[in-house]
């Protein structure tokens, strides 16, 4: 999955039928599988800033794409499982995570289906950073799952793109042209339909970073962020 709104992310020549019919497993596999290393290799800024406030503990990093976010939160004191729908991207996070000097105690990765896979046990956080799939993905339910995940006094944190980055031209078009891809935090508020006897939010905004494009052009990139905790 898109794990870390790396700049290098491709606008793919697909279109609307196509990605309707498209198996997302198959797809995402042969993403990672048909060529090197998909992303940077950098933990997300913005996930730095709100987790990095927060105590360690356990956690869930879903669509982990090749490890960054988790690799970063599993340095820092947290015990972390990264899920992604592809065994390649899996696997290459499970050997970056190792050549981090990281065990499988701190960080393992396994490949599996968010719409059916559940945890053994709740987290403390569960972290979906930039959750978005260039085919058809229900995304707004495995979020919601995933908010019955955590565990009381702790956090669900999605960190989505919330406009498509200038240099991405056709990028809504041919790789987010869902309407779940440019959220806002008050969309991802509904579409999770949380109780707010049980839940209050900590953060809902769209946040800027700055970003390099694959020309080196430089541009300032808007994340809506939202970080809620179950009371």
Known sequence: MDDNGDERLPAEDLDATE????????????RYASRGSVWSGRVNRTLVDVAGNLSPGSALDLGCGEGADAIWLAERGWSVTGVDLSPTAARRATDAARAAGIGEDRARFV???????????????VAATFLHSMVELPRAAILRRAATWVAPGGHL?????????????????????????????????????????????????IRTRAATGPSGEEADLED????????
């Open 19 to 30: 990605r309707a019919a498209a198996d997302p497993a198959a797809h995402w596999e042969q």
């Open 111 to 125: 490949a599996a289906d968010l719409t059916a896979w559940s945890p053994e046990r709740s987290v403390d956080l």
């Open 157 to 205: 944190l999605v960190i989505a793109h919330a406009a498509a980055p200038p240099w991405a031209a056709g990028l809504r078009e041919h790789a987010h042209e869902h309407r779940q891809a440019f959220p806002t935090p008050a969309s991802e508020i509904a579409d999770l339909d949380l109780d707010e006897r049980e839940w209050v939010v900590r953060i809902a905004e």
């Open 224 to 231: 809506s962020v939202l970080l809620v905790q179950r009371r």
